[in-house]
């Protein structure tokens, strides 16, 4: 009978659980929520700005261009090396690659970052299943899971550093456990800089909660790993050792950044930041009420709230900056904290929940790319070939004037393409120039369609009108 009762539960705990998955995503669907696969969209939003960028970086990479050479004043070569190893397993090229392609590269790491509950030892599989499905479905409570962008790459490599470092507690191979831990951390100082302040807080967190694991030679092993693959990561494949020298103006740079004399951004979401500090005081309060000792267990949560009164101190401030403190607390915090009572499970359980689906309501988009990119190429496209018919031997080419111009060279990457003041920009058979105001520039022999190119940033396409040129029907619907 014995036997039997405990089939009955497990199979009782199976069916809540799954039963408060659906409860949940329901949950979502009548807030509007974003709760639903990240990877499923009726019609995937163009690259944002950050992308575009990223997207160049990586090409640039890959044609031969020492990384070094772009002067990125935040980012490392980590997203272009995994892009170019991605691509080659795929046989893809970087001018083929659509924005899905591009965006199934930080999704893979996304998904790393969603595994992680699952390995998590001390944890019943109800409760590693239910943190998985939460940190999945609602994209972590965030949209960054599948942006072209550096922070799921550091986001993943810093959480499993994590896991893997409170993992190798009573291992009987603890050297393998801290190099692999130290490696996940490489990868994170690869994306950047701000990785060695997390690498700060952490050491302060272990201090705090598990200073019995802060031994010489665990130290000395997670060192090595670390090393060994940030150096790596950073000369992408010791072929550009000038990176080396890049992070450590990234570094200094970042100095100016923090005391807010360079390039700070300041708050313009505040409702998701009081989201997310609300669910970390709801963390800490459970586990205070809970009591007992500290422990490694209590990592994760001391580094999630370490690295949000971190950025809430500085005084550059944009969402993405919580990407960490979300996912160590949705993937490792709030799975070891239900475990030790029912009411601890209960209430973290329902809090967790109603975080990522509150939170979607609190963060918004930030500047997204609103026009159809793939329509623009095409449309494009189409009146090249119109064109060309009727200048037989002309080149055909795009001319660019003023402003800022992601994420348009993804988006012209077809063409050939200029770029500010050159020979023939006046001529150009297409022409781009920044929209001042709402009305349409008059120049004769050109005809002007309207580009909302992202929010409070709007372009003019003026195209060749001269000779007749077909202009397709449906051109100018971004």
Known sequence: MGRYTKVLLVGLAAIGVLGWMFLVMLGGVVMHSPVSPPGIQTWPPGLHADEAVQWSFAKDSAAGIPYSLNQDKFHGPALAVATQAVFAVRGLKFDDASEADLRLVPFLFFLLISATPL????????????????LLMGSAGCYFGHYFIQEPLLVAGFIWGVLLWIQSVGEKRPAWWTIFSGAAFGLSLACKVTALAYLGILLVALLVCARETLTWRRIGWAT????????????VLFTDWEGMIAWAHQLWRSFAVASGNDDTLTLTNPGYW?????????????????????????????????????HLALPYKTPWLLFLPVCLS???????????????????????????????????RHTPTTFRGALLARDLGEFQQAWQKTHLGKPFYVAIDGGHYWPLPYY??????????????????????????????????????????????????????????????MFGEW
């Open 412 to 473: 012209l990457r077809a063409f050939q393409v200029g770029y500010g003041e050159f020979d023939g920009a006046e001529r150009a058979p297409v022409r781009i120039l920044v929209a001042h105001d709402s009305s349409a520039p008059a120049i004769p022999g050109y005809k002007a369609y309207s580009l909302p190119l992202r929010r409070d940033e709007t372009y003019w396409v003026l195209v060749d009108a001269t000779n007749k040129v077909d202009i397709p029907l």
């Open 119 to 134: 390995f998590l030892r001390d944890v019943a599989w109800p409760t590693r299943c239910l943190a998985t499905f939460l």
């Open 274 to 310: 009081w989201t997310v500090a609300l669910w970390l005081a709801a963390l800490v309060g459970i586990r205070l009420v809970r009591g007992g000792p500290r422990s490694a267990e209590d990592v994760p949560l001391a580094l999630a709230v370490g690295c949000f009164l971190f």
């Open 224 to 235: 090595l790993g670390t090393l060994i693959v940030w150096v790596s990561l950073q000369t």
């Open 330 to 364: 949705l993937a490792m915090a709030w799975p070891l904290l239900a475990e030790r009572r029912v009411f601890a499970w209960v209430s973290s359980t329902v809090a967790a929940s109603a975080f990522v689906v509150a939170c979607t309501g609190t963060l918004e």
